[in-house]
């Protein structure tokens, strides 16, 4: 049997629900497209600093996106909105099948690590809140190479912490930017296919894609870890 690779997970969307922002887009844009956009730039404007050089902490990009959105609608975002969001965003709940899945890995034998482009303050608190922080050894954030996800020196960086052959690891995100940049760096890469995140045919290609990350840990389990217990008895959901 192959040895298992070392399984890292991205935390926003791909663990944590980013729906539980909805309420406030909402009333501040009165737009259901709104939070999807805000999420969008977001990372694009993460990205476009990274390429210029330039390091801003997650969070705070995130908060100028929020007020650049609002200015492109002659909107102001207050600063209890601001509040709001901040809370929303460090209380997002795990999926439903994201405890359960992740727990079945571990007793599988995986090794399971975190990589947020969140800092690790904020990424541990939000898994806190989550119930979820002790099922994993250590959390990595980007802010050690102060370069956001996808550039390469983050992947490299993890790769040097865990001792690890980069073919080793195993980015498992719901973001096709986070598994190119991972399969880029010599990673195995599993894409969830959240809602409103889709495969793309160019560049390089996942390993492993799912609709949860039930259907992820089952292609895992089956090929590195045998059957093991029946998922069903422990609160999981099938997967596509």
Known sequence: ????????????????????????FDRIFNDPGALRLWFANLVTYSEALTLSGAYVPFTDIGGAVLRMLAATRDLTISD?????LTERFAAMPPHPEVPAAL???????????????????????????AGVVDLFERCFSVETVRRHKPAPEVYQGVAAALEADPGDICMIACHVWDTIGAAAA??????????????????PQPDYIGQDLDAIADRLIE??????????????????
């Open 223 to 240: 090929r590195y870890g045998g059957r093991g217990p029946d998922r069903g008895s422990d609160g999981g959901s099938d997967g596509g």
């Open 1 to 24: 049997m192959p040895e298992r690779p070392i399984l890292v997970f991205d935390v926003n969307e791909t663990l944590l629900d980013l729906d539980e922002l909805r309420p406030t």
């Open 103 to 129: 727990r079945r890995l571990r007793d599988h034998g995986f090794r399971l690590f975190t990589l947020t482009n969140n800092s690790l303050e904020v990424s541990e608190r939000q898994l806190e809140r």
């Open 80 to 84: 209890a909105d601001g509040a709001e």
């Open 186 to 203: 010599g990673w195995q890469a599993a894409l969830i296919l959240r809602e409103g995140n889709a495969p793309l045919d160019v560049g």
